[in-house]
């Protein structure tokens, strides 16, 4: 049994478009404003809104790299590399070689950086919270779902 497609409506139209009524404008708006005031949330701890990314992902575990890192951010490895180079400076990671197989650099979070990472949750969640005022529960929760939504017609799209 196959998944039945989406019914397509007509929502914009080229002969009225406007860009700022665009869900592409809107979202890109939303995520800049919420970046930047996670940005400013992490400032007392010198991360920028880039940096703080990789160092969670590393705190979960599962043994990332630099190129699994920049695929799940959407960045190049080169970027990526010059991003753990700064966390290395910062003393937030260590980079060390594998024993298993020596190609591969084992990214691990030092005392500094698991401290660290316990903490940006609590700033994100703060900076989040405050982005949602006056939104109820149900709205919180058919906000997620519409936005799951748009991500899964990415891949029923033709």
Do not use: C
Not at 71 to 85: K, Q
Not at 108 to 135: C, K, M
């Amino acid at each position: 049994m196959s998944a039945e497609k989406p019914t397509v409506h007509e929502f914009y139209r080229g002969d009225n478009w406007s860009a700022e009524e665009s869900i592409g404008y809107l979202l890109r708006t939303t995520v800049s404003t919420l970046m930047r005031a996670a940005e400013t949330a992490m400032r007392p701890y010198g991360l920028t809104s880039v940096q703080w990314a990789p160092l969670m992902i590393i705190s979960r575990g599962g043994n990332p790299t630099a190129a699994s890192l920049a695929r799940d951010l959407n960045t190049d490895t080169g970027a990526m590399t010059r991003m753990l180079d700064r966390l290395e400076s910062k003393g937030l990671l260590m980079r060390s070689r594998s024993s298993t197989d020596r190609r591969v650099v084992e990214l691990t979070l030092t005392d500094q950086g698991r401290e660290l990472t316990r903490q940006i949750p609590h700033h994100l969640a703060a900076v989040y919270n405050s982005h949602l005022a006056g939104f109820s529960q149900e709205e919180f929760v058919t906000l997620k779902n519409m936005l799951r939504r748009i991500i899964a017609n990415r891949d029923t799209s033709t």
